[in-house]
C-alpha cells in the first residue's frame, strides 16, 4: 500500500509556542488529506479535511486560527498548532488520498505541551 | 446523526481462539463501513471495507466482516488468533455522500492476546 510518513514523531514544546506537524504521501499524489486528533484510549476525531491548492475545511468545534493547515501541494500537508497549551497535547494523525481512493495513514505525532 | 459504537473497550483472547469485535453504526443512508488496525508506531491499516454487494467482505490478515443491515452492525471476526494481531482496532464509518472521503470512528477495542 502507498505510504504516509509524518515528521516530527514526537515533539515536546513550551506553552505558547507554535509547533508545525508536517505530512506526507511519499508514493502518491494526494488530492486530500485529513488531519485527525486522538485522545488517549479514545476514537480519532477529524479536526480538518485540506485539498491541495484550498483552504482547509474545519470541522465543527475545531479553531481555524489555533490549528493552520496548508496543503500547498500533492504531497505535503502542515498542521501549525499555534499558541500551544497544555490542553493541545494529543495525538495527532494525518491521513491522505488520491481522488476516490482509500485513505492512507501516517503514523501519528505525540505533542506535549508544558 | 451519525455515530459508531463499539461496545467493546477491551477484549482478551487465547492464541489460536476465535474472535469477535463488534461494531454499530447510526447513519440513515447506506454506509460505506471499514475496519482499521493500530499497531504502536504505525499508522492505521485498513483491514477490510464494505461499499455495497455480498454483505460478507473478506479483508487482509485472515479477518472477515459481515454487514446487516437490520442490525445495523459490522462485526470484525477471525476464526483464529495470532499473538500478532494484538492491537487496537477501530470500526469506521464514510458518511459523506458526496465521497469527501470523511470518516467516523468509533471508540476502538483492544486486543490482547494470551499465549
Known amino acids: 500500500g502507498a505510504v504516509v510518513s509524518q515528521h516530527p514523531s514526537r515533539v515536546i514544546c513550551k506553552s505558547g509556542t507554535s509547533v508545525k506537524i508536517e505530512c506526507r504521501s511519499l508514493?502518491?499524489?494526494?488530492?486530500?488529506m485529513f488531519w485527525y486528533r486522538q485522545f488517549p484510549k479514545q476514537s480519532l476525531m477529524l479536526m480538518a479535511t485540506?485539498?491541495?491548492?484550498?483552504?482547509?475545511?474545519?470541522e465543527q468545534g475545531v479553531e481555524k486560527d489555533k490549528f493552520l493547515i496548508n496543503h500547498a501541494s500533492l504531497t505535503l500537508s502542515t498542521l501549525t498548532v499555534t499558541s500551544a497549551h497544555p490542553e493541545d497535547s494529543s495525538f495527532y494523525i494525518c491521513?491522505?488520498?488520491?481522488?476516490?481512493?482509500?485513505?492512507?495513514f501516517g503514523p501519528g505525532t505525540r505533542l506535549t505541551v508544558l | 446523526a451519525q455515530s459508531v459504537t463499539q461496545p467493546d473497550i477491551h477484549i482478551t483472547v487465547s492464541e489460536g481462539a476465535s474472535l469477535e469485535l463488534r461494531c454499530n453504526y447510526s447513519?440513515?443512508?447506506?454506509?460505506?463501513l471499514f475496519w482499521y488496525v493500530q499497531s504502536p508506531g504505525q499508522g492505521l491499516q485498513l483491514l477490510l471495507k464494505?461499499?455495497?454487494?455480498?454483505?460478507l467482505v473478506q479483508g487482509i490478515k485472515g479477518f472477515e466482516a459481515e454487514f446487516k443491515r437490520s442490525q445495523s452492525s459490522f462485526n470484525l471476526r477471525k476464526p483464529s488468533v495470532h499473538w500478532s494481531d494484538a492491537a487496537e482496532y477501530f470500526c469506521?464509518?464514510?458518511?459523506?455522500?458526496?465521497?469527501?472521503?470523511?470518516?467516523?470512528f468509533g471508540q476502538g477495542t483492544t486486543l490482547q492476546v494470551k499465549p
Open positions: 447513519y440513515g443512508a447506506t454506509p460505506y
Open positions: 464494505y461499499f455495497s454487494g455480498d454483505t
Open positions: 469506521a464509518v464514510g458518511v459523506d455522500s458526496s465521497n469527501t472521503g470523511k470518516l467516523i
Open positions: 491521513s491522505a488520498r488520491q481522488l476516490y481512493n482509500e485513505q492512507f
Open positions: 485540506s485539498n491541495e491548492g484550498s483552504k482547509a475545511t474545519y
Open positions: 508514493d502518491f499524489q494526494a488530492t486530500t
